[in-house]
T-cell receptor
């Protein structure tokens, strides 16, 4: 079946601009996660949704970052006033639930470059 | 910060078993050990997880020491496609805290 998809695959923007990154999770998965990965490092947790609500947004670095999941399926990560330090690969994952045995399925990521 | 320690890199010959170690000496009783891997330019892929007992699936085996302070991921017959960064993670729930992982290179 279809896995997690993310669009765009690459995004180049200028400092100060606004960007939106989209994630389509696996159908039926109630949990959705966003991570950020810098070169040579492991993914860094940003936010987790259970259904439509953000159950844990403790990983968002500051108030320029915001994410929504209005219908409990597709999610959008929004970054305002982008900075060069925001350049990274943004990964989305989904799982059936949030129990310890629920593996997270990852998308291919969106590579964001802020010039 | 990640609660695990892994060697930064390892080599293994194709067809041999790859044994990847992980130290997690501060693991709590309710924390599971997870292994994921990330092939270059792809998203991470789940491999296996366990709590106390050894686990095996179609991809790998997970051996957890009796005191749970360390574990080993075993890929029984490594192929070139197993070249990737392997992450060992301990967590009680959904929030996975990732370290830098072990870069495993399978050599022909």
């Amino acid at each position: 079946g279809a896995g997690v998809s993310q669009t765009p695959s690459n995004k180049v923007t200028e400092k100060g601009k606004y960007v939106e990154l989209r994630c389509d999770p696996i159908s039926g998965h109630t949990a959705l996660y966003w991570y950020r990965q810098s070169l040579g490092q492991g993914p860094e947790f940003l936010i987790y949704f259970q259904g439509t609500g953000a159950a844990d947004d403790s990983g968002l670095p500051n108030d320029r970052f915001f994410a929504v999941r209005p219908e409990g399926s597709v999610s959008t990560l929004k970054i305002q006033r982008t900075e060069r330090g925001d350049s990274a690969v943004y990964l989305c994952a989904s799982s059936e639930g949030t129990s310890s045995y629920n593996e997270q399925f990852f998308g291919p990521g969106t590579r964001l470059t802020v010039l | 910060d990640a609660k695990t320690t892994q060697p930064p890199s390892m080599d293994c010959a194709e067809g041999r078993a790859a044994n990847l170690p992980c130290n997690h000496s501060t693991i709590s009783g309710n924390e599971y050990v997870y292994w994921y891997r990330q092939i270059h330019s792809q998203g991470p892929q789940y491999i296996i997880h366990g709590l106390k007992n050894n686990e095996t699936n179609e991809m790998a085996s997970l051996i957890i020491t009796e005191d749970r302070k360390s574990s080993t991921l075993i890929l029984p017959h490594a192929t070139l496609r197993d070249t990737a960064v392997y992450y060992c993670i301990v967590s009680p729930d959904y929030q996975l805290i990732w370290g830098a992982g072990t870069k495993l290179i399978i050599k022909p």
